[in-house]
């Protein structure tokens, strides 16, 4: 293969003496020698146990929330404690994890994966069952249900389900975290090192996310499953008091990560090269693999210098800040703001999310990694078409703005009870109940609008059992003109306009194709990072970039977007001894552009920078391609001047070569 051939940024590598380092580094090539592809095979099962866990974390985070009692910023805190554990040691596991056997630092890596994951299931266990505010009951002597009178008397109130032991989950989420930062950047650079170049992007397509699947199953499953009975739940998935079994898939996940880190343990040091078996080779320049700790310890300053003075990389690192920040807010709170602005249950949300969501962007990842194997893009072209796909995809998401779905009508929340000037969950037909001012236990009445309970709605009486119990008598739902018998109201909030339902699927539709265009290029911008820098520092420039984007994304884009949802907040839950619980109603219009328009600035701003990068790149490879054509220019020069000098010389000796037999005669 010529250098020509070959793609920026990338030389032949060249062959590694195993044996200087270990004597039986022969016997290692000859005995055990795996393919590339086996080790293919084993990363790809441990991307897809991580990528599981994170993205069941993330289709979980209304579940955690309902069933700690918690704000949204405090349960993005506990998203973002993922990142804080990645970057306490992300750094150095890239830097220093390069020089040693790093099979067996990921292997390390996914055990503590596994173990978190497991820790963040651990609070189910340690809480009591879940209880949740409700007018029905049931008998423990008859198994049935009695009623409460819903004009006169308090609701049942569960016990304290704002346990402190949500500070576990964080924990577990931290130590998943630190696992996770063995897997990313030394998987990565293990594959680029030992794979052709114009193959590491193909290779690095690995793995579905499928966390959304699990998560819609278990959020359609009661959390005290097989310990209660599920008769006996008046509430359903839609209401915004379930809470699904969101501690089991962490089980599934936390096993999966800790099975993937066996075969990792059994794995050599260094790999054949593709098409080469037999013949080791090192990484990348610079890895060395019996380098001590003390000379990498004392090069790393010196490496970090260079990085951070590569101007290219830094505006790589600031677009994909921004870029960074939109991708988190979507990805954490999408199934939430689905949930919120479209009425869609949680489990619903989940698995028609992951239906159309997973499989767009694996064909755009997948399609990705194709189009640099097949047509070997340098870094410029690479960075126009990742520049190109990312505002194709972002082109396809300004549609969202016209998905404008109505808040539901909530009496004395959203719209003001008949007759009444202002607001309030109080009026005239419900002053007598004495109903409770923290009292959520919604209703629908037959006129549409949805009350805060049967007792706000006036309801005198009922009928029926558990989820098919109805009020009658309703006398707030008879002020809009309803006669007695039409007066009722069933549990549960009204349903959402048809109309909802069709903007759900159009939403789907457009975020299915905004994702494909912008994962089309994601192959193309990741392999910019290992491209733009020297050779040896590619393992350290995918760890300072996972660790800039952690640290000014991954951790505050949840914490402070949680804080802006929660300012949004029209109807806030009561902790049974005081204190504000978890948000119960959202004002669905102001979420609706909070998120939508911070995620396109957002995104904005990533590609204004990004193109200032696809700037920087051309100017570059244009002042190579000058310097290429001076050397050569130099070379063609020097090869006019030397063979006019060797025809010099030989016209030379020809004329002294007739002149000899004249002398001679002389």
Not at 57 to 67: A, F
Not at 328 to 355: C, D, W
Not at 631 to 637: D, S
Request: include cysteine; hydrophobic fraction near 40%.
């Amino acid at each position: 293969m010529t250098l020509e051939a070959r793609p920026e940024g990338f030389s032949e590598p060249a062959p590694l003496d195993k044996t200087a380092c270990d004597p039986k580094a022969s016997c290692v090539v000859t005995c055990c020698s795996p393919s590339l592809k086996m080790f293919i095979g084993v990363l790809a099962f441990s991307f897809l146990s991580k990528s599981l866990s994170g993205s069941y974390t993330k289709s979980t985070i209304t579940q955690i929330e309902r069933r700690f009692e918690i704000s949204s910023s405090v349960v993005g805190t506990i998203d973002g404690s993922f990142e804080m554990g990645n970057l306490l040691v992300i750094t150095f596991v890239s830097y220093f994890g390069a020089k040693f056997h790093r099979p067996r630092i990921i292997g390390a890596g996914l055990l503590l994966m596994g173990m978190g994951t497991l820790l963040m299931a651990l609070p189910h266990f340690l809480m009591g069952r879940y209880n949740y505010e409700t007018v029905a009951s049931y008998s423990k002597d008859a198994d049935n249900f009695t009623v409460t009178s819903p004009c006169s008397s308090t609701s049942q109130n569960g016990e304290e389900n704002g346990s402190p032991t949500w500070i576990l989950v964080m924990f577990g989420n931290v130590i998943r975290g630190i696992g996770e930062a063995t897997v990313g950047p030394l998987g990565v650079s293990f594959i680029d090192d030992f794979a052709r170049p114009e193959n590491s992007a193909f290779y690095i397509v690995i793995g579905p996310l499928l966390g959304y699947s699990l998560g819609s199953i278990c959020a359609n499953i009661y959390v005290d499953f097989g310990f209660v009975n599920l008769d006996n739940v008046a509430i359903t998935p839609q209401d915004s008091r379930w809470v699904g079994a969101w501690w089991l898939g962490f089980i599934v996940a936390g096993i999966l990560s800790l099975l993937s880190a066996v075969p990792f343990w059994f794995l050599p040091r260094a790999l054949p090269e593709a098409g080469r078996p037999g013949q080791l080779f090192g990484g990348s320049k610079g890895h060395k693999f019996c380098s001590k700790p003390v000379s990498s310890a004392l090069d790393f300053v010196p490496s970090l210098k260079r990085l951070l003075s590569n101007r290219i990389y830094i505006l790589y690192l600031i677009s994909h800040v921004a870029i960074f920040n939109a991708f988190v807010i979507i990805v954490t709170y999408t199934p939430k703001y689905v949930e919120q602005h479209f009425g869609q249950s949680a489990s619903r949300a989940n698995v028609l999310l992951g239906v159309t969501t997973i499989p767009a962007t694996c064909v755009g990842i997948f399609l990705s990694g194709l189009i640099m194997k097949r047509f070997k893009l340098g870094m410029l072209g690479a960075a126009r078409l990742g520049l190109l796909t990312s505002v194709a995809g972002f082109l396809c998401s300004m549609p969202y703005f016209a998905l404008s779905c109505p808040n539901t009508d909530m009496a004395g929340i959203t719209v003001p009870y008949q007759g009444e000037v202002e607001g309030g969950v109080l009026s005239s037909c419900n002053t007598e109940c004495g109903c409770p001012m923290n009292q959520w236990d919604p209703v629908c009445g037959q006129n549409g609008v949805s009350y805060v309970s049967a007792c706000y709605a006036g309801c005198n009486s009922t009928h029926g059992l558990g989820r098919n119990m109805t009020f009658h008598g309703c006398r707030c739902v008879q002020t809009w003109g309803m006669s007695d018998g039409n007066s009722s109201a069933v549990l549960g909030q009204c349903p959402r306009h048809s109309s909802c339902s069709r903007m759900f699927y159009v939403y789907l539709v457009l975020q299915a194709l905004s994702f494909f265009f912008y994962c089309l290029g994601s192959v193309c911008t990741f392999i910019i990072c290992l491209r733009s820098v020297q050779p040896e520092l590619k393992s350290l420039s995918t760890g300072v970039f996972m660790l800039v984007l952690r640290v000014l994304g991954g951790i505050p884009a949840p914490i402070y977007f949680g804080a802006l949802i929660d300012s949004t907040c029209l109807k806030w839950g009561t902790r049974r001894c005081g204190g504000r619980g978890a948000c119960r109603m959202y004002d669905t219009q102001t979420f609706r552009f909070l998120f939508l328009g911070l995620i396109s600035c957002l995104r904005l701003c990533g590609y204004a920078v990004f193109w200032l990068m696809v700037v920087s790149i051309k100017a570059k490879v244009q002042r190579e391609q000058r310097a290429t054509a001076e050397v050569e220019l130099e070379k063609g020069v020097g090869a006019a001047v030397e063979a006019g000098a060797l025809l010099k010389d030989s016209l030379a000796t020809e004329k002294c070569g007739a002149l000899k037999p004249v002398t001679e005669s002389v």
